[in-house]
């Protein structure tokens, strides 16, 4: 199995920090955002990892490189410019195969079991659904939240949970989209929604959106605390 970690934003929430930095390489806890995710990948045995980027990425290709340093095999779709969710995916489905595949926001923090998503392969690919998402409790920043779940099947109906930004695709899902076209994720995920064509489940564990300074801040501090207690 195959995962994409999405690392092509611009990050203008995060500025003056993303100026001259790419919002993955931010550190938190003594490591780039990005890095956390490929370790809990590797971990779970996801070792063949695609990463787009767009803003500042050759910084990206420098700090990762092939990925050996990880355990892991690393390829790169560089956009250039940014072509939102969707289309980003759509732009690297070439080197993602034709089976389902992971994908990871990459300016998230979040202890998920990748295992997990492994475990969903062959369950999505021998289903007729196009997607798994994961869901988590709505923070403050999305009190509304995003999708509901009834048992193992995302809703629109309420009550809803925020979506993660971690979730388990078939290719066919993007397939209508242009490569090289920017196109947002929600309105394909409504689509197949809609016709009850998506699973998923809760995460209960850490989960943030690092989408401001303040919440880097925060996960710095949560890390360096956890590895304090780790230590003692």
Not at 202 to 228: C, F, Y
Request: aromatic share 6%.
């Amino acid at each position: 199995m195959r995962a994409m970690i999405l690392a092509a934003g611009r990050g203008e929430r995060m500025r003056p920090l993303t100026d001259h930095t790419p919002k993955p390489l931010l550190l938190a806890g003594g490591k780039p955002l990005i890095v956390w995710h490929i370790e809990r990948l590797v971990a779970a045995g996801i070792t063949d990892l695609v990463i787009n980027h767009a803003h500042l990425g050759m910084q990206i290709e420098q700090a990762l490189g092939d990925g050996a340093q990880f355990g892991a095999r690393i390829q790169y779709s560089d956009e250039g410019t940014a072509l939102e969710t969707a289309g980003g995916i759509a732009f690297a489905l070439h080197l993602l195969g034709e089976e389902p595949f992971a994908v990871v926001n990459g300016d998230i923090y979040c202890d998920y079991d990748f295992s997990h998503l492994t475990a969903r392969t062959n369950e999505l690919a021998s289903s007729t659904d196009m997607a798994h998402l994961v869901l988590v409790d709505n923070p403050e920043h999305n009190p509304k939240g995003d999708f509901g779940l009834r048992g193992q099947c995302v809703t629109d109906v309420a009550p809803k949970f925020t979506f993660s930004g971690i979730g388990l695709y078939k290719p066919a899902l993007f397939s209508g989209i242009a490569g090289g076209s920017k196109a947002p994720l929600a309105p394909l995920l409504r689509e197949q929604i809609a016709l009850n064509k998506v699973s998923g489940e809760h995460h209960r564990g850490v989960w943030m959106d690092i989408g401001t300074p303040q919440r880097l801040d925060e996960l710095d501090k949560l890390l360096h605390a956890s590895q304090n207690a780790d230590h003692v």
